[in-house]
């Protein structure tokens, strides 16, 4: 029990959570902003970011079908020793 400091361990966990606090805020302090930007766009910008929004999610989805071919190839080869 020598190790036992309940002042220190809540001054520890009390720092932690103002880090998780902090981060949180500054994601939607950015988030916020990134929506005000988004609204202030013409329709033709607004059109031109949502494709790039969609090829990156086409692109995703492609690095994501590639893998689990790699996976498959791999559990092929295994499987025939």
Do not use: Y
Not at 7 to 13: A, L, N, V
Not at 55 to 75: C, F, G, H, P, S
């Amino acid at each position: 029990m020598a190790d036992f400091h309940p002042f220190k361990d809540m001054k520890e966990s009390a720092k932690a959570q103002h880090e998780v606090d902090k981060a949180n805020f500054e994601a939607a302090k950015a988030e916020a902003k990134a929506t005000w930007e988004v609204a202030k766009l013409s329709p033709k910008e607004r059109q031109e970011l949502r494709q790039k929004e969609r090829d990156a999610q086409i692109a995703a989805a492609k690095e994501r079908t590639a893998a689990a071919q790699e996976r498959l190839d791999t559990v092929n080869e295994i499987k025939k020793g």
